[in-house]
């Protein structure tokens, strides 16, 4: 019911920054606002780990302590996208960056962290920061 595709990973040195987008491709009748969008990254040898979420209704946004007061999410739902700017770029934040949705009725609080609680995924894409 929902396609997602990341978009705008690269090659970035250390203190740099990037702005990913995820684009979603929706069933028909169904509306971007009634989902909640998360991201999450996947280091080699790591597991994945949650990044930022949110709920355009209500306007509910969550960020990992790891990257608070550096990345930024944010939608437009015209546009059906939702985006993750990243600035102050470490090493550390390299990663698979992974695109994710879910149901804003099981999505709440929390929640909005668990990776399993999350229906979609898209393929991610490669973010790479260099020292």
């Known amino acids: 019911q929902v396609q997602l595709v990341e978009s705008g990973g690269g090659l970035v040195q250390a203190g740099g920054s990037l702005r990913l987008s995820c684009a979603a491709s929706?069933?028909?009748?169904?509306?971007?606002?009634?989902?909640?969008m998360g991201w999450f990254r996947q280091a080699p040898g790591k597991e994945r780990e949650f990044v930022a979420a949110?709920?355009?209704?209500?306007?509910?946004?969550l960020y990992a302590d790891s990257v608070k007061g550096r990345f930024t999410i944010s939608s437009d739902n015209a546009k059906n996208t939702v985006y993750l700017q990243m600035n102050s770029l470490k090493p550390e934040d390299t990663a698979v960056y992974y695109c994710a949705a879910g149901s804003i009725l099981t999505l709440y609080g929390t929640m909005l962290a668990h990776q399993g609680a999350y229906d979609y995924w898209g393929q991610g894409t490669q973010v790479t920061v260099s020292s």
């Open positions: 929706l069933a028909s009748g169904h509306t971007f606002s009634s989902y909640a």
């Open positions: 949110r709920k355009s209704s209500g306007y509910v946004t």
